[in-house]
């Protein structure tokens, strides 16, 4: 999963009575320790789950490890040349007319350790601590909840016998922390399901209803270069301070790009004095908001006084800007060993009107879902390499026609440019449905059992959902989970009362199937 949720519940008292009161059977959530959790059906198939190897692209000894459990289940299995796992088990009795429905995980973990772990991932199992309510690996090395609970959720599906259930198909897939690749190498023509439960979302009481799809884009030309005159000086400038931050999940939180700060300061430099540009660096990775800018210029000694003036207005206003996020912003001048040759006076323009007419930010908003992002569009890094300026974006949208609308604009400023522009690392998203009975019923079937409501949302981020709708457009889906904590690092933990209280969800749903439309 690339969703991060980075706050931190604790169950007081008051909300176990709450439980006790509505029926939650809040006790069978109440462990005394590691060995009895570990009899709990879905803490059992995790543990044996986490004493296998599973990094991203490195899946055989897991995929083999489920293909061989459901034979000794007597399921239906097939394993695919990519390593997923595909598994049918037949309605419980009175469910053989309900329609088919999909379960799906993942099979990979994002495999993160501290610095004096000797954890070896590829033959080390996961240590498992439980305190109090948390689960986690003691601190050491990412848990593997994620999504290591989904897969455990859809094994004690498939081999318990006394839960109410219409047909069902289990889906679990390689490398989605990395290209998502064994989903969108997965044959949706082999799936009859006509609803979807994806188990990897990690707030309980969240129903997330989409999530983006996404591609990278490259824009670049080859430059040339001149020689700098003898009487210029060079200098460094550099933009610090910015907050930084995922590029969809965080693009609304008016962070800044210091990549367009940077743009904003060499256009007011250029329209001042001469000078001239030798090197220029913003940002490391297209899927960050970049929260520093550098750049090189050499210009006549006559007028270092202008350039610093310049960056001190230009640091009080983007710091006024940006108060809220970027308190501390600062633009440094720092003179440097004369540079001997900067790029041409043309490419210098290229790249101050590239960055000025890139499209960056929020392009539109999801009307289905207020306050939600629909696409958006990431300048993510500037640089030079071998004789080639190279600018790299991220574009990410519900549909595939907003996503093609930003990566056309690139491509008319290539046009206009001169330059050249290409596409990578794509994947589809998962518009929001404003009709969807399954997110209907699940939003009933959490009401009556616990009482409260379940927030519908949007993630502005990838999803697997998205490769497994664009195969099969039908497909009605929603994605759910437990809550956890610190995904991807270390600190990763789950809360053992919320995996029980949504596996009880996910069991009241999967019995309200003949009441799903076929």
Not at 75 to 81: S, T
Not at 209 to 230: E, N, R
Not at 320 to 346: C, D, F, G, M, W
Not at 473 to 489: M, Q, R, V
Request: hydrophobic share 40%; charged share 20%; glycine share 8%.
């Amino acid at each position: 999963m690339h969703m991060v949720n980075s706050c931190y519940v604790i169950i007081d008292i008051t909300e176990i009575v709450i439980m006790i009161i509505k029926g939650a059977d809040f006790m069978d959530r109440k462990f005394s320790g590691l060995e009895e959790l570990l009899k709990n059906r879905v803490f059992r198939n995790f543990a044996n789950i986490s004493a296998i190897p599973r990094a991203s692209f490195e899946e055989k000894q897991i995929s083999d490890y489920l293909y061989k459990w459901a034979v000794d289940h007597k399921l239906e299995v097939i394993q695919d040349k990519n390593n997923n796992i595909f598994i049918r088990k037949a309605a419980s009795l009175g469910y053989e007319n309900a329609p088919t429905v999909l379960l799906q995980a993942h099979m990979d973990m994002v495999c993160v350790k501290t610095a004096d772990s000797n954890h070896d991932f590829s033959k080390d199992p996961i240590n498992l601590v439980l305190d109090g309510d948390m689960l986690s690996s003691g601190g050491k090395t990412t848990l593997g909840a994620d999504d290591g609970i989904g897969m455990a959720y859809a094994l004690a599906v498939l081999e318990a016998e006394d839960l109410p259930h219409p047909a069902l198909e289990v889906l679990f897939t390689t490398s989605e922390e990395e290209d998502m690749g064994g989903a969108l190498n997965f044959d949706a023509s082999l799936l009859k399901a006509k609803y979807l439960i994806n188990l990897d979302h990690a707030v309980e009481n969240e129903l997330l209803s989409g999530s983006c799809g996404g591609t990278g884009v490259k824009l670049f030309w080859q430059h040339s270069v001149v020689d700098v005159p003898a009487d210029y000086a060079s200098f460094n400038i550099s933009i610090r301070g910015l907050k930084g931050g995922h590029s969809g999940e965080d693009i609304h939180r008016g962070h800044g790009n210091a990549n367009v700060l940077l743009g904003r300061f060499l256009t007011e430099c250029r329209d001042s004095f001469p000078m001239l540009l030798s090197e220029i660096k913003g940002g490391t990775f297209r899927l960050a908001i970049p929260s520093y800018a550098d750049v090189t210029l050499s210009l006549p000694s006559c007028y270092i006084g202008r350039l610093t003036q310049k960056a001190k207005n230009l640091e009080k206003i983007f710091a006024r800007e940006y108060a809220a996020t970027a308190p501390n912003l600062t633009i440094t001048v720092s003179q440097t060993e004369q540079h001997k040759t900067a790029l041409s006076p043309e490419d210098f323009d290229k790249i101050t009107t590239a960055i000025m007419l890139s499209p960056n930010g929020i392009s539109e908003m999801n009307g289905g879902v207020p306050g939600t992002v629909e696409s958006s569009d990431n300048m993510g890094e500037i640089y030079l390499a071998d004789g080639h300026t190279v600018f790299v974006y991220e574009v990410r949208a519900s549909f595939v026609s907003t996503q093609e609308y930003l990566v056309r604009k690139i491509s008319l400023l290539a046009e206009l440019l001169g330059a050249k522009y290409e596409t990578f690392s794509g994947y589809p998203g998962w518009a929001f449905n404003p009709k969807s009975p399954l997110r209907e019923t699940a939003q009933r079937v959490f009401r009556e059992k616990f009482s409260e409501d379940m927030v519908v949302t949007v993630l502005h981020a990838g999803l697997e959902v998205g490769c497994f709708i664009s195969g099969k457009e039908d497909l009605d889906a929603i994605s759910i989970g437990p809550n956890c904590w610190y995904f991807h690092s270390p600190s990763e933990c789950t809360s053992v009362s919320s995996v029980c209280k949504t596996w009880e969800f996910l069991c009241a749903l999967l019995a309200e199937g003949n009441g799903l439309p076929k």
